[in-house]
């Protein structure tokens, strides 16, 4: 699978923070900062970058532009249920193709299903060898409902914690303390906030990706610098989120978790 070593005490890892396509000067100024930085690439978003990339599949941006409304109704039911089989999978396979692997891609994302573990496993299943036979390590996206034995076997090298925000909270340490210690990475989806940071590194994540410093570089690039340092991170109290978390799990067999969970 990854070449991840668990975490300890002995061996912290440093969070790596991805942030959307930017030009080279800005990546500079960010890598001032932020030196463990890399890019989340979107399908059409192809950038010969200086620094680690990883390849997403745009079924998030497809989610939120099928519940648009300010979209019309026919573009809508597009993105919902003609994009994929049109348009999608066709632009996720090229991006594949821009694999340089004198620039190793770390991961590329299988196509998913925001909030749906089943239909992601089929897609999963379905695309798993298009990315194997580019030499591109894999990463499986965790959503609503999903059972870790089912992405276990997909063999995943990552997983990435995705589904709706309560699932996402409640899932990053069962995650990490599930996969890191088999040496599969864990990428947390959609980090924008300290709290989300914090709990994505005290837990011991592989990365995260966040679009606020492609939106407001200049605002936000002092904040996210401070919050991905170890010591902030580990000083930050989780209590309410941790709160969350506790009360979530109770009910996770229903819609999250999953039936055999290794958690």
Not at 64 to 71: K, Y
Not at 72 to 89: A, N
Request: aromatic share 10%; hydrophobic share 35%; with cysteine.
């Amino acid at each position: 699978m990854g070449d991840f070593v668990p975490i300890t005490e002995k061996a912290p890892r440093r969070l790596r923070y991805m942030i959307g396509p930017i030009s080279d000067p800005l990546l500079k100024k960010i890598q001032t900062l932020i030196p463990d930085i890399g890019m989340l690439l979107q399908p059409g978003e192809w950038r010969n970058a200086k620094c680690p990339v990883a390849f997403d599949n745009k079924a998030y941006t497809a989610h939120t532009n099928s519940t648009d409304t300010e979209l019309s109704e026919s573009e809508r039911l597009w993105w919902k249920d003609c994009w994929w089989d049109e348009q999608g999978e066709s632009d996720w396979l090229k991006l594949l193709d821009k694999h340089n692997p004198l620039n190793p891609t770390l991961f590329a994302v299988l196509p998913d299903r925001v909030g749906d573990a089943d239909a992601t496993l089929n897609l999963a299943r379905r695309y798993e060898q298009e990315v194997r036979r580019r030499g591109i390590p894999i990463a499986m996206a965790l959503q609503n409902g999903c059972d870790f034995n089912d992405i276990l076997s997909i063999r995943p090298d990552y997983v990435l914690v995705g589904g709706d925000d309560d699932f996402k909270r409640a899932t990053v340490g069962p995650a990490c303390r599930c996969f890191l210690p088999l040496g599969i990475g864990v990428h947390v989806a959609r980090v924008n906030t300290e709290t989300m940071i914090a709990l994505a590194g005290q837990h011991g994540a592989t990365s995260v990706d966040g679009t606020g410093l492609n939106r407001w570089l200049n605002s936000k690039l002092p904040k996210i610098s401070k919050w991905l340092k170890r010591e902030r991170y580990e000083q930050f109290s989780l209590s309410g989120v941790e709160e969350v978390m506790r009360w979530r799990y109770n009910d996770f067999g229903s819609h999250g978790g999953g039936r055999n969970c290794l958690w």
